[in-house]
């Protein structure tokens, strides 16, 4: 031992100012999403076909909530508009939006791979699927949760399928990570497009169609409580398992070292990103990209460690899909466009800068 | 704290790899564990650490069958500093050092104390907020056995944790995790590829070929010029030739 090392060197100070500071901007970034969120969710309830009045719109709500609080200065017609129509299609953009945000990062935690996304990795194709075989062979008559039930099964069998055919001897590689996702995407897609054609009525096929490409269109009321249960025990559990999550990041055989116990996190991650993406393509078809480019936004404003990751995910997850479907709904008003379409817009330009990356090409170990 | 290794066989993809291996670390020793590549040197040590089953024989580390407890217990006991972790996300080095506390309940205040502590431990003081991945190796592997040391655990193991650095920083490394293991009377267990730093950092060694443990003991009586050929197939000459010493200085 040299004398150096037995020195003792004065106690360390140096995180004492740092580590506050970057509290301080943590607390003031996440406070500055979640006015981001009301102010989407409030224009989104506003703007439309029918224009509400922005106090208006407060006024509508708040009248629901507390009965007789606001006088009333609007028609039946826009109260009816808001209420039944736009509010709870904009909290279930929320729940999608913020739901799919966090499926991805969860995915990209559990392949270790930035790229990986619920629509590239055709996972949600295959709760498409599940959806479709309901909607249209008519099991439909059982409830929605016969309907979310079936993309479950079909998005867990899809996550299942990739999972290991992107591997060989133990290590995923990126490239057979996203071909093997884009060959089940297709997959699903011929199966679900064959289930359509051979469908009685073109109309209801039609319908499907549009839906599949994302559409928060047929949002009511009642189909809100399972998602939102879904994601609020989701996002519960994902935050208390953050520092398995970080370690898991780490890779696999660190996050054994440190007491992880991965076989059982991992099929936990599976079965829950599966039940979130089949509960969700269940109300409003499959949506590209929100699961690629939100944790990656995410990361850059708050670093790697999830227990500040997912919360900002999911919050800009939210907004993001709240602006999203406004967009969808007046760009071409009357027609409404479908979600993918608009999330293509940004996703692809995204996707094309992460493939350039060096980081995309590092084959991961597993299993 | 005793690491003690019986008869263990490890086989991968249903081939042997590691057969029958008897292997003992005590308190406060620095043993090695050198061999060619592919001797299963590091499928040994990735089964002390549990990345991989036995497929016969006992690990214990204190009496107590590591693949029999739990996984949050079997890293309050054994703490692993690999080669070079890579790093996909921008986690800061504070990160990375609290990630050693994933087997401990959280205890936020006096977590953020042990980092701090470990990180000045090895000459990293401060460097909570820097970006792991932008130190340079040398740096990235003391912040591993910062992550080691806040994990505090009785037993460490580098598996060959000098692989991808220059000969000053090896030196560095080894000197560090050295000097730690006599201060706080760890028993440590290191894959070395350098059989000359081997034997001039361990007090034992042990010698693997072909997925055997061939020989245990001090390394002046272990590295014979026979056991060498055999075991590497190259003719090992003993003569004067460099030596790379550390200088004394302040933390080049």
């Known amino acids: 031992m040299t004398s150096e090392t037995r020195q003792e060197r004065a106690p360390a100070k140096p995180a004492g100012g740092a580590r506050p500071r970057r509290r301080a901007r943590y607390t003031a970034l996440v406070a500055a999403l979640a006015v981001a969120v009301v102010a989407a969710t409030w224009l989104a309830v506003s703007i439309g076909a029918v224009p509400v009045a922005l106090p208006q719109t407060w006024g509508i709500v708040a009248d629901r909530l507390v009965p007789g609080l606001v006088p009333h200065t609007w028609t039946p017609v826009q109260e009816q508009i808001v209420w039944e129509f736009r509010l709870p299609r904009a909290l279930l953009a929320l729940l999608v939006g913020a739901g799919l945000a966090v499926v991805g990062a969860v995915l990209q935690a559990l392949v270790r791979n930035p790229l990986a996304d619920p629509f590239l990795l055709g996972i949600s194709s295959g709760a498409s699927f599940g959806a479709v075989l309901v909607l249209i062979l008519g099991a439909g008559t059982l409830g929605g949760l016969s309907l979310s039930g079936a993309a479950f099964a079909g998005s867990l069998l899809a996550l299942g399928l990739v999972y290991v055919l992107a591997q060989r001897s133990g290590k995923i590689t990126p490239s057979r990570l996203v071909l093997a996702g884009v060959a089940l995407a297709y997959l699903f897609q011929a199966l679900y497009s064959f289930v359509l054609q051979q469908a009685q009525s073109g109309r209801a096929a039609q319908q499907v169609l549009f839906w599949l490409m994302g559409s928060l269109g047929g949002a009511r009321w009642e189909m809100l409580p399972l998602p939102t249960a879904v994601l609020a025990a989701g996002l519960v559990y994902l935050l208390l398992q953050h520092r398995q999550l970080n370690a898991l990041t780490a890779g696999e055989e660190t996050a054994v070292s440190l007491g992880v116990n991965v076989h059982r996190l991992r099929i936990t991650l599976f079965v829950l990103t599966s039940l979130l993406v089949g509960v969700l393509v269940a109300t409003s078809g499959a949506i590209a990209f929100v699961g690629l480019i939100v944790p990656h936004a995410a990361r850059l404003l708050v670093g790697a460690d999830h227990r500040r990751v997912l919360p900002v995910t999911a919050l800009l997850g939210a907004a993001f899909l709240q602006l999203v479907d406004l967009a969808a709904r007046t760009i071409n008003a009357p027609q409404e466009l479908a979600l993918s379409i608009v999330t293509a817009l940004f996703g692809v330009p995204f996707f094309l800068w992460l493939l350039r990356r060096r980081s995309v090409d590092r084959a991961v170990t597993v299993g | 704290m005793r690491l003690d290794v019986r008869g263990v066989s490890v086989h991968l993809d249903g081939r042997p790899i590691v057969h029958e291996a008897d292997l003992l670390v005590d308190d406060g020793e620095f043993v090695c564990l050198v061999g060619p590549n592919g001797c299963g040197k590091s499928t040994l040590m990735r089964t002390i650490y549990r990345a991989l089953r036995p497929a016969s024989g006992l690990i214990t580390v204190d009496g107590d069958d590591v693949h029999g407890l739990s996984w949050r217990e079997s890293a309050r ?53 820097r970006i792991y991945a932008t130190l340079s190796g040398g740096e990235k592997q003391r912040a591993l056995v910062a992550r080691a040391l806040v994990q505090e655990t009785r037993l460490l193991l580098l598996d060959e944790p000098t692989s991808h650095l220059d000969v000053r920083h090896q030196l560095e490394i080894l000197h560090l995790v050295r000097e730690l293991g006599a201060e706080l009377g760890l028993a440590t267990l290191a894959v070395l590829h350098d059989l000359n730093q081997a034997a001039a950092f361990c007090d034992r060694l042990y010698v693997m070929s072909a997925g055997r443990v061939l020989a245990g003991g001090p390394p002046d009586q272990v590295l014979t010029p026979e056991l060498i050929s055999q075991v590497y197939t190259v003719r090992a000459v003993r003569r004067t030739q460099l030596v790379f010493e550390r200088l004394k200085e302040e933390d080049g």
């Open chain 2, 77 to 129: 006991r054994t703490a692993v500093v690999a080669q070079e972790t890579p790093a996909e996300l921008d986690f800061t080095v504070g990160e990375v050092v609290l990630m050693g506390r994933t087997p401990y309940e959280r205890a936020a205040a006096e977590d953020e104390e042990r980092c701090a502590r470990a990180l000045d431990r090895v000459g990293l003081a401060g460097a909570q907020e």
